[in-house]
């Protein structure tokens, strides 16, 4: 049982930054895709980011292309969302989470593992 654990978010305005993290409890995350979704209120969980088990393969939901960057550090067990020019329209709580496979993938239901979340407000 992998345990994920979501650091980092916060209230910053428009066109500011913020750089998620999240810990994994198992070197087996290391093994694992990751990924990052959010969940805005009265709206469905979505895709935002996800990264190969290695860090070479990425892929993001076209809203934040060009905007975030999602990263790993293995030997930390951690994966990290940069997040930069941000929009109100990005406010949502974050959730980190391991994937079944490898390969980078964006349905939830690929998705094992799953963090209590991290609330992200941006202000206009």
């Known amino acids: 049982q992998v345990q994920l654990v979501e650091s980092g978010g916060g209230l910053v305005q428009a066109g500011g930054s913020l750089r998620l993290s999240c810990a994994a409890s198992?070197?087996?995350?290391?093994?694992?895709?990751a990924g990052w979704f959010r969940q805005a209120p009265g709206k469905e969980r979505e895709f935002v980011a996800t990264i190969s088990a290695n860090g070479e393969g990425t892929f993001y939901a076209g809203s934040v292309e060009g905007r975030f960057t999602i990263s790993r550090d293995n030997s930390k067990n951690t994966v990290y969302l940069q997040m930069n020019s941000l929009k109100p329209e990005d406010t949502a709580v974050y959730y980190c989470a391991v994937a079944k496979q490898y390969y980078t993938v964006t349905q939830k239901n690929d998705y094992d593992y799953w963090g209590q979340g991290t609330q992200v407000t941006i202000s206009s």
């Open positions: 198992e070197r087996t995350f290391s093994m694992k895709a």
